[in-house]
Nanobody
């Protein structure tokens, strides 16, 4: 099992920037992909960005060109740099890891973008 702890959420004005960080511990050697998902008004968690251990990235359409995901394999961390934030980016951001046979989630960190 992998334990995840997120940090960096908060309140920011539209157009501003935030950086989220996630630190993984536990059975981190099994991780093949790390990423971020966002839960807005509904219960659905939408893809924000993912990155594989090889550095391949994938972004949700709404954040392309504004958000950048990065990963430090040695430190077992994944960061999300969020620029040009919009009110619709508001939500709880969850760190996620995908290992063979399981997925793990952090408790989430709240991001609020004011207009």
């Amino acid at each position: 099992q992998v334990q995840l702890v997120e940090s960096g959420g908060g309140l920011v004005q539209a157009g501003g920037s935030l950086r989220l960080s996630c630190a993984a511990s536990g059975n981190t050697r099994s991780i093949v992909r790390m990423g971020w998902y966002r839960q807005g008004q509904g219960n659905q968690r939408d893809l924000v960005a993912t990155i594989t251990s090889g550095g391949d990235t994938n972004y949700g359409d709404s954040v392309k060109g504004r958000f950048t995901i990065s990963r430090d394999n040695a430190k077992k961390t994944v960061d999300l740099q969020m620029n040009s934030l919009k009110p619709e980016d508001t939500g709880v951001y969850y760190c996620n890891t995908l290992s063979i046979g399981r997925a793990d989630w952090g408790p989430g960190t709240k991001v609020t973008v004011s207009s």
